[in-house]
């Protein structure tokens, strides 16, 4: 099993989450754990990024992340529209 690592922004970003929409992101941590591959693979700048983008109140969040043989990473996460910049 890998390990997973949240970054300072994935962490700060999931405090300010109420309750109920940490389980939701939950639900998807565990579906990028089980095949992370599965992800959206990114490109460019990007390269070496996945993201899975997910329905959370009507709209569409993503959850950026990078996997290696031992470790998931999550990058961030956020509301789809402008999620890059």
């Known amino acids: 099993m890998r390990k997973i690592v949240q970054t300072r922004t994935f ?3 999931l405090k300010k989450t109420h ?3 940490k389980k939701a992101i939950d639900k998807v941590v565990r579906k990028i754990i089980e ?3 599965k992800g959206d693979r990114k490109k460019g700048n990007l390269a070496g990024v996945y993201t899975l983008t ?3 109140h009507g709209a569409q ?3 950026a992340y990078r996997f290696d043989a031992t470790t998931i990473e ?3 996460f956020g509301p789809r529209e402008n999620f890059y910049g």
């Open 74 to 76: 999550l990058l961030s």
């Open 19 to 21: 309750p109920n929409e």
């Open 35 to 37: 095949a992370p591959e």
């Open 61 to 63: 969040f993503r959850i």
């Open 11 to 13: 962490e700060k970003a």
């Open 54 to 56: 997910f329905g959370l």
